[in-house]
């Protein structure tokens, strides 16, 4: 089926992805701190250093609370990274998207592609955290098992219309508007270290626009072993919408930008 006119073959998808792969292959180094050793020495930090002045959150520690929140802001947070700059630097500075032009590659490989990078990414970091959570005794319930799958899909969810902004900007400045003014709001205010339902009722509305925030209780509900606040079906189905919307957007826009 064609989508805004772009095709999208399995072969080049993968093609791209080969070639993502075996760049971060050269420079994983660069990542480890920010995607495995950051988001334990948070938890650490926050779980169980603040966790002992704030005490329980709804019947369960402040360490168990507060676990899939970074779970999944560490998702979010490596898609808005991963999407900014290296998405800029291979249109205007080395050019690599336009070089795979030149080959049978289309826009909408390049977009998929990618995509398939970020989730794997995403979800190796997500595993380990999981992992390191469960040396913790954070998880509650094995449930716990699929919040991997969703912080794969809060990485899509983020990653496709960062995606498609960084391919319609000139100038990385305008990351820093993107930073101050989504990313860290987001993370703050979506429900990771506080519920919610503690912001005045008239700004919660902006909370749930996030797909982070629907991550984070998805998140939550799985490692707790209780209900979320909105129907299961609701969260994912906001998720996916959001994801299906972002990849439209980054096709024209990798398709436009292309045209340069």
Do not use: N
């Amino acid at each position: 089926m064609a989508i805004l006119a772009t095709r999208v073959s399995a072969r080049s998808t993968l093609a791209v992805l080969e070639r993502d792969l075996t760049l971060y292959r050269r420079l994983w180094r660069a990542s480890v701190f920010s995607s495995f050793v950051l988001p334990v020495l948070f938890l650490l930090s926050i779980g169980l250093g603040v966790g002992g002045h704030v005490g329980d959150i709804g019947g369960v520690s402040y360490l168990a609370w507060i676990v899939p929140g970074v779970m999944a802001a560490t998702a979010f947070q490596m898609a808005v990274g991963e999407c900014t700059y290296p998405i800029l630097g291979d249109f205007k500075w080395t050019r690599g998207f336009h070089a795979m032009r030149a080959t049978p590659v289309e826009a909408g490989d390049m977009v998929c592609g990618y995509l398939l990078y970020i989730l794997i990414r995403v979800e190796i970091a997500a595993v380990v955290f999981l992992g390191v959570s469960a040396l913790f005794g954070a998880l509650r319930s094995p449930w716990a098992l699929v919040t991997p799958l969703v912080c794969g899909l809060v990485a899509l969810a983020t990653a496709a219309p960062t995606m498609a902004f960084s391919a319609g900007v000139d100038h990385d400045s305008y990351f820093a508007l993107l930073f101050r003014f989504v990313m860290i709001p987001s993370t703050l205010f979506a429900g990771v270290f506080f519920p919610v339902g503690q912001l005045p009722a008239v700004v919660r509305p902006l909370a749930y626009l996030s797909p982070l925030w629907h991550g984070v209780e998805l998140d939550r509900a799985a490692t707790l072993g209780a209900a979320p606040p909105w129907p299961v079906a609701a969260h994912l189905a906001y998720l996916l919408v959001f994801t299906a919307a972002g990849m439209l957007w980054a096709f024209h826009a990798f398709g436009r930008r292309l045209q340069d």
